[in-house]
């Protein structure tokens, strides 16, 4: 992460830029996006203008390409690029003013001046773009530049940083209004080459991209150093206090995630112990900008209004009462602040988590959306640091904070995104997860929506399944690898708290982790008899025990799923620790299912038999001497358990993971606790009585 306060260079190379005008623009947006000092994330736009042959007359136009609604600047594609004709926008001023249509219902208007069928849907910061008369425009949200524009006396510090060069937009709420007043301070002051726009960023233009480029960075740098000349405060979150070092944040992060579940759904935490943000959570001052709340739109969008300030050595009951009290001061602010045609009132929790000498616990659907929504405020931390420096934090009104967060145009376009999946929030442990039924399972969760840990021994596998399947993920950080040694509690006990540091709690957990030996009472070895117990009983007693303790201080139940076995219900031939083990496993589920019912905390079981593929159990020494005992060759096994089987079929890690996936389910199986389901293609002596 670069120095905030260090200049930035231009990475600009003449020779690596393209010719093509909209691979260009990509290239400089892909500049832009890459360096957060320059931009948040997914914050900012670009835009070209060009000229293009219509599709349909076959004349030359001028189109605008402009950054489409979502996506990041930094790893943007031609695809996230809308396409408008430049005249059917500009021509959209007119249309406003005979139809006397309010801002918004302009929005839907832009649809209708696509060029070319382009799929992307426009910015709402269109209009920004088009009454620019430049070929090349960009539009930033650098914190630098921001601290600026959230000051006290912001248009004068404009100034001052800039000169002539930037002119000035008091605060307007993003859209076509926007645009058409800055089209009339372009046009009443001719020799700008840049816009502040009070408590949200600023734009600047020129006639090429490197241009352009070169000039968004003079901009952030002149920011930059005016507030390290102009310091009248140099310790602008006051006077700071001590780290906090007797609490635990593994034992506060199920907890507090437990508070911020609304209406079943469960969110991902994620945790920030920079300097910066120590820094300013050990300021005096840091209550009184907290209370004052964030400037910039995109901050405040995901962050909320305010965060919750929360003092680490709350007990349980007095955290309780701190979040009611945010709920109801939450609920207050809706209630002031709603219009008729307001959208119903959101989840009242926090979303930002202050714990002072302590860090930074951000929520989010998922992991990355936890982690972006941290980030912001994090740029809001260095907003008020940069505002506090050369004059006064100032955030926005509150019922203009409220229109931005409330606003239709954001309604709707939650409602456009596609519909949670079953297992969404959810975090799942899955032990043994590196091969065969784990990670079978842990792939299946991740599909249904899930984060998962998977534990296991085998280092060089986790690594391997964990890229693999987070490969297949829609979003980052799904999944993380922890090396376990189940038959050591403490191992158990250390992978369970880098989950909750990781994920913030814990939903599921699959006990999973396994191993075989033949032989009798008679002939069993006291190390493999050591191994079997530590590994099928202790190391399931543990890995249930610990994941149950997160979920009781969560409050929200949870869901132990045991993979057990045919054996645990059937007399396995030579094979006598094993097949104890695997019934005690299943009498543990049954016991566990009973004593923690009442807290909603499920436990089940699957019991499968003859998963030979993809198993690390089946080792050649295992299949070698099931073979020999069964009269067969090892290659044989798969034809052999599916004939023996009473639907012929061969069972695999999937199938197990399709029912263990059913069980771990809040959507499906909710009402199911103490429950063994079969997995064995049908087998008489496994059934269960």
Not at 207 to 221: A, R, S
Not at 234 to 247: E, N, W, Y
Not at 386 to 413: C, D, H, M, T
Not at 429 to 451: D, E, F, N, P
Request: charged share 20%; glycine share 8%.
């Amino acid at each position: 992460m670069p120095n905030p306060n260090s200049i930035i260079a231009s990475l600009w190379d003449a020779s690596a830029a393209p010719s093509d005008p909209l691979d260009l623009l990509v290239y400089a947006s892909n500049l832009l996006g890459s360096d957060p000092r320059i931009t948040n994330f997914g914050g900012g736009n670009t835009s070209s203008k060009v000229t293009a042959t219509d599709p349909l007359t076959g004349e030359p136009v001028e189109v605008l390409w402009v950054k489409g609604s979502g996506g990041d600047l930094g790893s943007a594609k031609r695809g996230n690029f809308a396409s408008l004709y430049q005249s059917s926008v500009l021509r959209l001023e007119q249309i406003v003013k005979d139809r006397g249509l309010h801002e918004d219902d302009v929005v839907s208007l832009y649809r209708h001046c696509i060029f070319d069928l382009n799929p992307s849907a426009p910015s709402i910061d269109t209009p920004l773009h088009a009454f620019v008369p430049y070929a090349a425009v960009s539009h930033m949200h650098s914190d630098s530049v921001i601290a600026i524009a959230a000051s006290e006396n912001c248009e004068e510090l404009t100034k001052q940083a800039f000169g002539g060069e930037m002119g000035f937009l008091p605060w307007k709420r993003p859209g076509f209004d926007l645009g058409l007043m800055l089209r009339d301070v372009i046009a009443a002051n001719p020799g700008i080459k840049g816009a502040m726009m009070q408590s949200h960023g600023f734009i600047c233009w020129a006639d090429t991209w490197q241009e352009c480029y070169e000039l968004t960075l003079k901009f952030i740098n002149q920011a930059t150093e005016f507030i390290e000349k102009n310091t009248k405060n140099a310790t602008p979150f006051g006077q700071l206090g001590s780290p906090i070092t007797d609490v635990a944040l593994s034992d506060l992060l199920p907890i507090l995630r437990g508070k911020v579940a609304f209406n079943g759904k469960k969110l991902i935490a994620s945790v920030d112990q920079s300097p910066e943000v120590l820094e300013y959570l050990s300021g005096s001052e840091m209550p009184r900008l907290a209370q004052l709340g964030t400037s910039c739109p995109d901050h405040f969008l995901r962050t909320k209004i305010r965060p919750l300030v929360l003092t680490p050595t709350l007990d349980e009951a007095e955290i309780e009462a701190a979040f009611a009290a945010f709920r109801a001061d939450y609920e207050a602010y809706y209630n002031r602040c709603r219009l008729e045609d307001s959208p119903a009132m959101r989840n009242p929790n926090p979303s930002i988590v202050l714990l002072p000498g302590l860090g930074m616990v951000s929520f989010g659907k998922n992991a990355q959306e936890a982690s972006v929504t941290g980030a912001f405020y994090k740029n809001a931390i260095a907003v008020m640091r940069g505002a506090e420096r050369v004059s006064k934090y100032v955030a926005l009104p509150e019922q203009e904070a409220f229109n931005i967060e409330y606003w239709q145009l954001e309604e709707a376009k939650l409602k456009r995104m596609p519909p949670e999946k079953e297992m969404s929030g959810q975090i799942a442990v899955v032990t043994g997860g590196a091969s065969g039924i784990g990670k079978a399972t842990a792939r299946k969760m991740i599909g249904l929506g899930a984060h998962v840990a998977i534990l296991d021994i085998n280092e060089d596998g986790l690594a391997k399944t964990a890229a693999e399947l987070q490969a297949l993920a829609t979003s980052k950080n799904v999944i993380i690898g922890i090396r376990c040694d189940v038959t050591s509690a403490d191992s158990i006990r250390d992978a369970c708290a880098k989950v909750v540091a990781t994920y913030g709690g814990l939903d599921v957990v699959v006990a999973n982790a396994g191993n075989a030996r033949r032989g009798s009472v008679a002939d069993t070895s006291p190390a493999d008899y050591e191994l079997l117990s530590s590994l099928l009983m202790k190391g399931y007693f543990d890995t249930l025990g610990e994941a149950i303790k997160i979920m009781l201080l969560q409050k929200t139940g949870g869901s132990c799923v045991v993979v057990g076995s045919k054996n645990g219900v059937a007399a396995g031939n030579n094979a006598a620790l094993y097949s104890a083990a695997k019934a005690f496993e299943l009498h543990l589920m049954r016991v566990t299912a009973s004593d923690f019912a009442k807290h909603g905390i499920r436990c089940n079981a699957i019991n499968p038999d003859g998963v030979v593929t993809d198993s690390a159990i089946w080792s050649a020494e295992w299949k070698e001497q099931t073979a020999k005992a069964l009269g067969i060759k090892p290659e044989e096994l798969v034809e052999h358990y599916a004939k023996r089987s009473l639907l012929g079929t061969v069972v695999t890690p999937d199938d197990c993971a399709e029912a263990i996936c059913w069980l771990g389910s809040d959507a499906r199986s909710s009402r199911t606790t103490g429950c063994v389901i079969t997995v064995d293609g049908g087998n008489k002596e496994g059934f269960l009585r």
